[in-house]
């Protein structure tokens, strides 16, 4: 149990974990209070990126804005899935209820979960992602969920990366469902509304 986090246990017993998975400079706390208002009675696994960016914990390093260090991220994905099957065992979790929240970078490594780690994650909700890398060959996502939220003036991710990364997802069987919204790079108060709602028609 390496990475430093908090967990949440669920309630009434509701067997969805939701991995919390925060932005670039954030922690594990960044997004229980999103994840209480996702998933009211879920349980909540909010994960510390280990890597320091000027500081900032992140989950994998970048050569630049938007370009990933390969190597790295392929390590770091491992390394959290280890860590989600390792938490899951000793929280007494469903390990096929386990859904990744995650926001920008950390949007980031729960999409390469999904492509290097299939059996992890049961499905995402990605906030701001970008394509982390196209794995030869890709896994079968057949049937699973996942939520993009885009925005159409974010500064940090193009249009035409989010809709590859759908695509991409797409392909490769899973049941992707991308949004878009006239904003930026932020989390908007109706991406969180439009979130839950995908999320309750899971449970």
Known sequence: MDFIHQFIPASGGNEM??????GTGGTEEDLLAAGKFLAPSAALLGVRGKVLERGMPRFFRRVAEGVFDEEDLMFRTRELAHFTEE???MYKLNPKKIFAVGYSN???IAASMLLLEPSILSGAVLFRSMVPLEPKPLPDLTGTPILMLSGRQDP?????N????AQLFSEIGANVTLNWESTGHGLTRPELEIAKSWIQKLA
């Open 162 to 165: 989010s809709e590859r990364l």
């Open 106 to 108: 950390g949007a980031n």
């Open 87 to 89: 938490a899951a065992k």
């Open 156 to 160: 940090i991710v193009p249009v035409s």
């Open 17 to 22: 974990t939701l991995l919390l998975l925060h």
